[in-house]
């Protein structure tokens, strides 16, 4: 049986840039699709979505104005304009540029002959009616103008959250989701067409693309499958129900159900020990042993009862865990090691990094692990690992291991650090990124700003070592696919903790409690499949 692909390579899942979606655009005119009918097609299902009440409900009363670009994204706004008119709704159309593509310029012959109304002048900031920005879409490739960046600020400004963008806000690079210029125009609503651009997903280009939906298109199976196999795929909440869930045996005891040690916490930072130990504990791994600091040694026992403890390790002078004192029994008789949250930065501590090199399961590398990583030459040592390891660094962090992959776009570093050290790295931002050595990429596509606060990631870490060494107890292998499955989880729980107890309810600790309540589906055809 071939492995599973999670999530599927299909139009809901796939991440393009610009040109890919553009080429595929090229292979159907190709084969004889008419670029007016792939016109229609988009803007029809455009402006029916532009019509449903939860879209925007005052625009039978306040009216539309389209912004009309140049070439076929302009085109789009036009066909839009001419349902929106035909439906009744007072439509205005705004067209800055004297030339345009032979079929935009057609369209709007249409639209004047219609009675549809258009702006001689610069639209006011302050007007009331729904902007749809149909200016420039994926084609864009530099700034749009002093003049049209400084009218779309001053739209923001007076009337915030009034425009909807076709294919991308004007401004705004469709593959790394930054501005072109020194601004770019303020969604409330972004509608990509046929598949998602990768540039509105990155954290740079959530404040300029708001709510994201993706027309469907009904792009073709084979066109879909011409994609490079490593094509980056999202990840939703709802890709949790057909997710590769680490799968034990029904008899298994708890060792067959995952040995899991964490070396977490300091003097300064104690709760990371305890955090890291709950999202553990939501894993549902079998056994869950730690090594920390005296001051969360000594209570370990009636906070978390279940977890054992392997070692009672000192501090050094500026607060930071002591790794020498770890005996190397500790990492005996284990499938995963989690080792970073909380234990703070100190040079040496040679002899651990010796052991955890030759340690034959997984190992989690987050925080302070990496840091402690990063003073020594971080990727021969990767490379020489005897087992698998995932990364889990933010951006810091990343810049210390990789410090010359830090500036580029956060797929493309991920994956180049993935490939480059052996291991799977999830790259922790608004829009977490994960990476494997193949080039497998994931991205989520959705996450909860109101959990991002300090220990979050402590629950992360143990979570992910929880579930890596289930799967390896279970027999199956930890790669970057349970990484991303972790982080997912993890960020659907925030997700579900905000919604359910508001915004100061989305504590790292809440979050452990909404892991450990999480449902797992699992089918025959994806046991033991990672």
């Excluded at 925007?56 to 349902?83: F, T």
């Excluded at 009331?128 to 923001?156: H, K, T, V, Y």
């Excluded at 005897?386 to 956060?410: C, K, M, N, V, Y």
């Excluded at 990631?457 to 060494?469: H, N, R």
Aim: hydrophobic share 45%; aromatic share 4%.
């Amino acid at each position: 049986m071939a492995p599973l692909c999670w999530p599927p390579r299909d139009a809901d899942h796939l991440l393009v840039s610009g040109q890919q979606m553009a080429e595929l655009e090229q292979v159907l005119f190709a084969n004889g699709m008419p670029v007016e009918a792939l016109m229609e097609k988009a803007a029809l299902a455009i402006s029916r979505r532009l019509q449903q009440p939860d879209v925007w409900p005052d625009l039978q009363s306040r009216g539309a104005l389209v912004l009309v670009g140049p070439g076929h994204n302009g085109g789009d706004g036009l066909v839009i304009a001419r349902e929106l008119h035909l439906a009744g709704i007072a439509v205005r159309i705004w067209c800055p540029f004297e030339r345009r593509k032979p079929l935009t310029e057609s369209h709007l012959r249409q639209a004047l002959w219609l009675g549809i109304p258009k702006l001689e002048g610069t639209p006011e900031p302050s007007d009331p009616a729904l902007w749809i920005d149909a200016l420039f879409g994926i084609g864009q490739s530099q700034p749009p103008g002093a003049e049209l960046e400084q009218l779309l600020l001053e739209r923001q400004r007076q009337l915030a959250d009034r425009l909807i963008a076709i294919d991308g806000p004007t401004g705004l690079c469709s593959d790394r989701g930054v501005p072109l210029g020194q601004a770019a125009a303020t969604a409330q609503l972004t509608l990509s067409i046929g598949l998602i651009k990768q540039g509105f997903v990155q954290d740079s280009a959530l404040a300029w693309v708001g709510d994201l939906e993706r027309i469907e298109l009904g792009l073709p199976r084979a066109l879909l499958e011409a994609l490079p196999p490593n094509q980056p795929r999202s990840l939703g909440a709802a890709d949790l129900s057909s997710a590769p869930w680490p799968t034990p045996a029904a008899a298994a005891a708890k060792y067959e159900r995952g040995r899991l040690l964490l070396i977490a916490g300091s003097d300064a930072y104690r709760g990371a020990a305890l955090l890291s130990l709950e999202g553990a504990s939501a894993s549902g791994a079998g056994s869950l042993r730690a090594a920390a600091p005296e001051a969360v040694a000594n209570r370990l026992w009636c906070q978390l009862p279940h977890a054992v403890l392997s070692a009672r390790l000192p501090s050094h002078s500026n607060g930071s865990l002591d790794l020498r004192a770890l005996p190397p029994s500790a990492l005996e008789r284990l499938d995963a090691v989690v080792l970073g949250p909380g234990i703070g930065n100190h040079p040496g501590d040679d002899g651990i990094w010796e052991q955890l090199q030759t340690f034959p399961g997984l190992l989690v590398l987050d925080a302070d692990g990496l840091n402690r990583l990063a003073q020594r030459p971080a990727v021969p040592w990767l490379l020489g690992r005897r087992g698998p390891t995932w990364l889990t660094p933010h951006g810091g962090e990343f810049q210390r291991i990789f410090p010359d992959l830090s500036g580029q776009p956060a797929l493309e570093a991920c994956a180049a650090a993935a490939q480059r050290s052996g291991c799977s790295v999830l790259l922790k931002g608004a829009r977490s990124v994960i990476a494997d050595p193949t080039g497998e990429r994931w991205q989520l596509s959705s996450a909860c700003s109101h959990a991002a606060r300090a220990g979050l990631g402590d629950v992360l870490a143990g979570y992910a070592g929880g579930l890596g060494a289930l799967a390896l107890a279970s027999g199956a292998t930890a790669g970057g696919s349970l990484l991303a499955l972790a982080a997912l989880a993890h960020a659907t729980a925030g997700q579900r903790a905000s919604e359910q107890h508001g915004i100061g309810g989305a504590t790292p600790s809440r979050i452990a409690e909404m892991l450990a309540a999480m449902e797992r589906k699992t089918k025959s055809t994806i046991v033991n499949r990672i």
